[in-house]
């Protein structure tokens, strides 16, 4: 029997080009589900697209709604503040703050308590006098009166330089750093700055603990060994004529929403501060939602537009979802929400937004400013207002249980099913084709057999015919 190379080869026929033409046919399922696949795919990305734009409208509505804590008004009620001379003081403010001026006259600036030991000593010199005790106490009072603080320092006897009061006095935390100062004699003095400014954080020195005489005198009394170099005292000032004072340099309720910082006095030339309101958080949040309204606007219309003429259509043309969401996003604007039912302001156009036949929004700056100038308050509770309900639609829309999620989660798995249905096609497939190759093959054997039987009968005959001629003419 002839051997087959390949489909053909025997017979003289094209049987591979046959066999081509006939899994192409086979294939058309094949081909249908990739199809069907391509267009789930390109709905996710339109969904996908879709979901994107919903997310930039509810970080801008986001930026609209007040938290739970504070209203709208307090949201966007910031200041900027300005100190006609800034080398007097800084100014910083909060949403509590009142659009105004106040003249501000410091007369003192707050300052720490410094104290220094009336007497030194050699690095290596005993300081205090223990009298044969193993310990002596030394304790530092901060403030006065009830609300006065102590801390007792123990003072070991095997640690007497100037250099272990020092680190035992800072080890205490007890108000004061001490540092050693060393003079062109070599001799040592200790110095003690109170850490915080103002009276009230004044330190006085008491206890048993009692300081060596170098000279030889009697031994000197904790309470008297320190002598004041600077007093302490408090920061003192006029707003707007009244007397305020603070321990520190810093005036933290002397005016509602104001942080003043002292950094010099002007006795007698009073220095102004003027607050104006900031607008510009407001106006920008504004300006953000409406482009981004009109953006995801935009993007929902080409998703589900349909062109006659080149009877062409978007991804999400006559989709249910997008309708849903096209329809609950601009619902919003058509309802006064109900937190605005006896406000000065209740829809949108009010302050200067309108939206068009098309949906598309539009500012108009000079509205919203001449708006903001009449009453803040209710613009800032408006916007408020929209954006909250903007913002509560889109958390629904793009929650894991919204209806976006629900759509994609339904695609994918329509998707994973043409996947088990491609997987099962691909293996019919390849065993129609082994049927097809067998039989075309056992084909091909069968006709280059006869053939080559026809042959060889041909030939014989031929032979014949030549022996029959030659007896005729002999």
């Keep these: ?110 300052s720490a308590q410094r104290q220094a030991l009336g ?51 800072n080890k205490a935390a007890a ?73 520190g340099n810093t005036l933290t309720t002397a005016v509602d929403g104001l942080t003043i910082n002292l950094q010099k006095t002007n006795t007698g030339s009073p220095t102004t501060i003027t607050l104006t309101r900031d607008t510009g958080t407001l106006k920008s949040a504004l300006t953000a939602f409406v482009k981004n309204y009109n953006d995801l606007n935009s993007s929902m219309a080409a998703l589900g537009n349909y062109d006659a003429t080149t009877k062409s259509a978007g ?9 849903t969401a096209r329809s609950q996003v601009r619902g919003v604007l058509d309802n006064v929400p109900s937190s605005l039912s006896g406000a000065a302001y209740k829809n949108l156009s009010d302050i200067g937004i309108s939206v068009d036949k098309a949906g598309v929004m539009s500012l108009d700056n000079a509205k919203l400013q001449k708006a903001i100038d009449t009453n803040f308050g209710a613009v800032a509770e408006l916007a408020g207002a929209y954006g909250s309900r903007i913002k509560s639609v889109t958390d629904s829309l793009l929650s894991s249980s919204g209806s976006i999620s629900a759509k994609i989660d339904g695609i994918n798995r329509s998707v994973a099913l043409i996947d088990k249905q491609r997987d099962a096609l691909s293996l019919r497939l390849t065993a129609i084709e082994k049927q097809y190759r067998a039989q075309f093959t056992a084909l091909d054997t069968a006709i280059a057999s006869m053939q080559n039987t026809s042959s060889y009968l041909t030939q014989q005959l031929v032979g014949i015919s030549n022996i029959t001629n030659y007896n005729s003419n002999n």
Aim: charged letters at 15%.
């Design 1 to 110: 029997m002839a051997s087959i190379s390949s489909l053909g080869s025997g017979s003289g026929l094209d049987l591979q080009g046959l066999l081509t033409k006939l899994m192409a046919a086979e294939q058309a399922p094949l081909t249908l589900l990739n199809k069907r696949e391509a267009k789930f795919q390109a709905s996710i990305s339109a969904l996908g697209s879709l979901k994107g734009g919903l997310a930039s409208l509810q970080t801008a509505a986001a930026a609209l709604s007040p938290e739970s804590t504070k209203t709208a008004t307090a949201k966007f009620s910031t200041y900027q503040a300005n100190v006609a001379d800034s080398t007097i003081a800084t100014v910083a403010t909060s949403s509590s703050a009142v659009a105004g001026s106040y003249s501000l006259e410091v007369t003192a600036l707050a």
């Design 119 to 169: 007497t030194t000593y050699g690095a290596t010199d005993p300081v205090i006098d223990f009298g044969g005790n193993a310990t002596r106490t030394l304790t530092l009072t901060k403030g006065s009166g009830p609300s006065a603080s102590s801390v007792d320092i123990t003072l070991d006897s095997t640690k007497n330089t100037l250099g272990d009061l020092r680190d035992a006095i």
């Design 175 to 247: 108000g004061v750093s001490a540092v050693i100062v060393t003079g062109a004699d070599n001799k040592q003095n200790l110095l003690l700055t109170a850490t915080d400014t103002g009276t009230a954080n004044a330190v006085t020195l008491s206890g048993n603990a009692s300081f060596v005489d170098p000279s030889g005198g009697a031994a000197i009394a904790a309470s008297s060994a320190f002598s004041t170099t600077q007093t302490a005292t408090d920061a003192a000032a006029k707003i707007n004529g009244i007397a305020v004072s603070a321990s």
């Design 315 to 323: 991804a999400l043309n006559g989709d249910a979802t997008l309708r």
